[in-house]
């Protein structure tokens, strides 16, 4: 893949003397320049309105609008371009505030030195280009660094919508939490090694080992009775938990019955859930 070629460097030569254009030509052609002319000012703005230009060289004595004039003009209309007035020593007095206002970027005298003129032009060249390179490269950062913005906002609502579903999810675990204590049985649920996950007061009080005891995180095989350790092994190893789950009597309580169902209909939660009920359920 080839590199792109750099732009044409456009330069812009005004003098009313035909022949004083017709020698700058000539200076100046070697270098590869784009090169416009015009006889005067008035012409000079109308060329800068078709073409960009990166540096321009006037002559100051001009009938009609000077060099210095026509160089201020130029100033606020194409502020970035780099600006040589052409003039006799006789005449740096009438340029000097100019120079000063920054209106004219060089002053090369008459006759000039074609070296010393090129070397200068090229050099404003040089100093143009990069100041265009800076302009591109200011807009290609403002132009990320919109782009990181309208990141960064979507980020913080995804963060803030993300926060939100968590807060919800907080407050339905904590009703559920709150109706799971409530409930007038005990509700264990176990996960797919048998540690007991969830536990409600009623199912510490039923099974715990010693007052005071929490039975989330021990293990079914060290407090739950044999008589349900067996039957709930025979359920899983027969598959008889259907989803609807399975009400069995446990020998170990007379007075009560077990419900036993899977969990992960509705979650990807893996275990099993547990409901004692009085025997007269049917």
Known sequence: MTEPSA?????LLVDDEANITSALKRTLRRDG??????????EGLELLTQHEVGVIV???????????????????????????VLSGYTELESVTSAINE????????????????????????????????????AQELKEVNE?????????????????????????????????????????????????????NKRADALFQRYAGECLMGLLANDCLPESFLQCLQHYELTGDISKNGN???????????????????????????????????D
């Open 7 to 11: 732009p044409a460097r456009t330069i």
């Open 33 to 42: 320049y784009n090169i416009l002319t015009a006889n005067g000012g008035a």
């Open 58 to 84: 006037s002559d100051q004595r001009m009938p009609q609008m000077t060099g210095v004039d026509f160089l201020r003009k130029v100033k606020v209309l194409y502020p970035k371009t780099f600006r040589i």
């Open 102 to 137: 920054g209106a004219i970027y060089k002053f090369l005298t008459k006759p000039w030195d074609d070296d010393q003129l090129r070397n200068n032009i090229r050099e404003a060249f040089q100093r143009y280009e990069m100041e265009q390179e800076n302009l591109r490269l």
């Open 147 to 199: 782009k990181l913005r309208l990141l960064n906002q979507g980020l913080e609502k995804q963060v803030a919508d993300k926060t939100h579903e968590i807060i919800q999810n907080i407050h339905l675990l904590q009703i559920s939490q709150e109706i799971l204590e409530h409930l007038p049985v005990p509700v264990l649920g176990l996960d797919d090694e048998h540690m007991i996950a969830v536990s």
């Open 247 to 281: 009400l069995l009597k446990l020998p170990c309580c007379t007075d009560m019955q077990v419900w036993i169902t899977p969990m992960g209909e509705a979650s990807r939660s893996k275990g099993t859930i547990v409901v004692f009920l009085p025997d007269k359920v």
